[in-house]
């Protein structure tokens, strides 16, 4: 019955509040408040949405400034592969352990509201470090701004993931991902088509290139960061304001967790784990490195290697949440992952064995990273109990980071050492693992009579059932 009263007080639940069935299940009567100010009026919820998707932007945006300014920083600050790849490294390696703490702190210690503004916080720090690396001609400092940022970035993510579960249950949730990835990709696709362009004026201001136009290249770019604090405070007070009329309690279970609750993880959630770590351990280690292999391959400008390099970004701007309202509406999570991880493999097979145009094969590979993000991740919240969500999200960004971090590392050195064919070769193998894992999750689930492949309505009927 608690549990019924709880969902009756759900952020989702305006349209029955607004017909006027459930009036009693929140306190103030609906109207009293302006839409946009009301957290039962669809205007709020967008409002509260829109802060969710610019609170990733800035982590986004600044962390691909390698990637978008690798000629420069291999040049400038003289470092080879292997060490320019360091610099996601550093980022990731933190994560390992912290991601995960990062969920439990959510969950137990600091709160969705707390949490979510010190990781900022973390975030924009570690950018200014970096920066001052670069002004400074210290590679040493630049790696540890990137981990300083990585104790941020990734924990925010999962802050992210966390506000949208708890603003956006239901139906909608699958469209909400797919809004925030859209919004963090515009970030990412901004970053790499400035921040070549913004060197380059930099340089011009100062005379000359060099370490220091790129330590106040990339300081200019940490703007984006304080533009996501400044969201992360506004979304405390929303939270907390949600809270006091709605009468929601935040986080209350009742539930100790316990960092040992790990070693119950469902097998379905250690095989979303596994696909996680393996396709994206083929993504974003190469659109670090993808630029000057677009160059080299096929004998693009360094402004055109940049444009192909972030077309992943560009199609998931606008792709994630068109997919992501199409899963809401078929359902089918897992089949849907089973589509993109498959056009992934293609698209590194296209880039690898053949000439053909690369807008192809990058084109590809933006739709299924699309796809894959808006079924992948929402699985989650159907295999674990909503009181540890935190806790397997900020896993689930753990392990992924334990996984690019050591690519980043391995690839650097293969490209090195072999060349970019060995390097899609390596990736094409990881992408291979990822599919296997995912035909795993099909047959486990099918076996369990698990709900991951419901279709939309099979999960409305049981979300009914449950209900009554």
Known sequence: ????????????????????????????????????????????????????????????????????????????????????????????????????????????????????????????????????????????LMEFGRFVFGIGGESLAVAQNTYAVNWFKGKELNLVFGLQLSMARIGSTVNMNLMGWLYSVVSASLGSAGHTALGVTLMIGGITCIISLICALALAYFDQRAERILHKEEGKTGEVIKITDVKDFSLPLWLIFVICVCYYVAVFPFIGLGKVFFMEKFGFSSQAASAINSVVYVISAPMSPVFGLLVDKTGKNIIWVLCGVVTTLASHVLLAFTLWNPWIAMSLLGLSYSLLACALWPMVAFVVPEHQLGTAYGFMQSIQNLGLAVVSIVAGMILDTQGYLFLEVFFIACVSLSLLAVVLLYVVNRARDGNLNYSAKQREELKFSHAE
């Open 1 to 140: 019955m608690e549990e019924e009263d709880e969902e009756a007080r759900g952020l989702l639940t305006s349209r029955r509040d607004e017909a006027g069935r459930d009036a009693s299940a929140v306190p103030d009567a609906p109207g009293t408040l302006p839409a946009l100010c009301d957290p039962r009026r669809l205007a709020h919820r967008l409002l509260v949405l829109s802060l969710m998707c610019f609170l990733g932007f800035g982590s986004y945006f600044c962390y691909d400034n390698p990637a978008a300014l690798q000629t420069q920083v291999k040049r400038d600050m003289q470092v080879n592969t292997t060490k320019f790849m360091l610099l996601y490294a550093w980022y990731s390696w933190p994560n390992v352990v912290l991601c995960f703490f990062g969920g439990f702190l959510i969950d137990r210690v600091f709160g969705i509201r707390w949490g979510t503004i010190i990781f900022s916080c973390f975030v924009c720090i570690g950018q200014v470090i970096f920066a001052l690396g670069g002004i400074f001609n210290a590679f040493w």
